[in-house]
């Protein structure tokens, strides 16, 4: 799930996708939205790249583009962080195949320094999931590029506004909760249809970004509750100790 999402069709039929978009860990005991690129398939849950994952793709997407013309290169894949970027073929043609890779933990019993752990060969597990991308759809990325870029430039600027907008939700949701001890679900979500109007209007007035204020509270609010409540309900609960 993504807050502020933008969503760009890679190939001519829709199939892959790259997604804009403020993200958080739904493990996470508050929110904690930061930018996100996710490429999708189908329908798929998708390969998702942080900032700084990002980066390293776009400084790799000349040896990307080689391979997919057809050069040869010194290597047949690139790890960034937890994403693997396999050179390969598909239907015949070459392809790129993104995926995520999991490392085994070392043994609780290993006495390894931190240093021989990072450093140590460990055999990668890979999930199954995984987007392939041949030429065509690789030169519609290469094309939406700074459309993407510029999305996430302007996402940056209001971050912190997002955050602060999730963090006073919770609190006045937390307002006008009744003085219980058992919390759940149904509790809240009558608590913010009941006071739906004061809610908003009292986030609004602790809010001090006027762009944001103006641009995106409206629809950032709604999403919040609408993709997020869940998450919602069980922050209330562990803030509560319940």
Aim: net charge neutral.
């Amino acid at each position: 799930m993504m807050l502020a999402n933008t969503t760009y069709g890679l190939n001519s039929s829709y199939t892959k996708k790259i997604h804009v978009g403020l993200q958080t860990s739904i493990n996470d005991d508050e929110f904690d939205f930061q930018l996100a690129v996710k490429f999708t398939s189908k329908g798929a849950e998708g390969i998702c790249f942080n900032m700084v994952e990002w980066q390293q793709f776009q400084e790799n997407m000349e040896l990307m583009t080689d391979y997919l013309n057809g050069n040869s290169v010194k290597s047949n894949s690139i790890i960034i962080k937890k994403i693997i970027i396999n050179f390969t073929t598909t239907y015949g043609a070459r392809a790129l195949l993104l995926k995520y890779q999991e490392q085994e933990e070392p043994s609780s019993g290993s006495n390894l320094a931190a240093e021989e752990i990072i450093h140590t060969p460990k055999k990668p597990r890979t999930y199954s999931y995984a987007i392939a991308m041949q030429k065509t759809t690789f030169l519609g990325l290469e094309n939406l590029l700074d459309c993407v870029n510029a999305n996430l430039n302007q996402l940056n600027i209001i971050a912190n506004s997002v955050n602060d907008c999730s963090k006073y939700l919770i609190n006045e949701i937390q307002v006008n909760l009744p003085n219980k001890n058992f919390i759940e679900s149904n509790i809240v979500k009558h608590t913010i249809n009941t006071n739906c109007h004061n809610i908003q209007r009292n986030v609004r007035l602790q809010l001090k970004d006027l762009t944001f204020l103006d641009t995106y509270f409206e629809i950032i609010f709604l999403e919040l509750i609408a993709l997020y409540f869940n998450q919602i309900v069980r922050i209330i609960k562990l803030q509560r100790k319940l």
